[in-house]
C-alpha cells in the first residue's frame, strides 16, 4: 500500500526506515543524558569525576543528541509532508509529542551545560524522576505511528 507515497514516491519506505533508526539514537541520547547527570550529581563539584562527568556529557550532546535530534525532524517532516500532514490527526498529535520532547531535549542540554559550569539547579533525585520522561514519549509516538488511531 505505502510503497509510493506523496512526493518521495520509491524513497518514501527507504526514508522511513531511516526516521525511525535515528529516532533511536535520539531516545537513547536523551535517557544517557539524564542518566549521566543524576551521576554528575551525586559527585563533588570541581572534584576529577565531575570533570569526567562534564566530558561525557559534552560528547553525548556533541556526537549523538545533537546530530539525531535535527536528522529526526528532517526525515520526520519529510515522511510527513509526502505522507499528506492534514491526512489525519494522529500526524499532528506527533509532531505536538515531538515538539515537547524537543523542549525537554534543550532543557536537558542546558542543565548540563549549567552543571558543566559547576551549578547544581537540580536535585539528583528530581533528575531520576526526570529521566523517565523519554520512556512516555516513545510508547506515546511509537503508538500513534503504528497503530494511527485517530
Ligand atoms: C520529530 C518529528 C516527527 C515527525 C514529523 C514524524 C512523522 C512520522 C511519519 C509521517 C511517519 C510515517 C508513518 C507511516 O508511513 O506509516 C513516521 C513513522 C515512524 N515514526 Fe515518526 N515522526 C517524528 C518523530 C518520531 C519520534 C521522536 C519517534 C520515536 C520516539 C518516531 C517513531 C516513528 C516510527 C517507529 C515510525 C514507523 C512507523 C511504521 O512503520 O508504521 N517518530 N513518523
Redesign the pocket.
Known sequence: M?SL?GWLGGAYMPV?AA??VV?FF??AGLFILPRYLVHQASVPVGSDEDMNWRERTARVRRIILTPSLVV??IL??A??TS?GLSAAGW?HA??FL?LL?SGYHGWMVGLSKKMARGERPVAERSLRLWNEVPAL??IL??SL??L?PF
Do not use: C, D, P, R
Request: glycine content about 4%; aromatic content about 14%.
Open positions: 505505502e507515497v522511513k526516521h525511525a529516532t535520539w531516545i529526526t525532524w520526520g517532516l515522511v510527513a505522507y500526524i506527533k509532531i515531538a520532547l514519549f516513545t509516538m511509537v505511528a503504528i494511527k
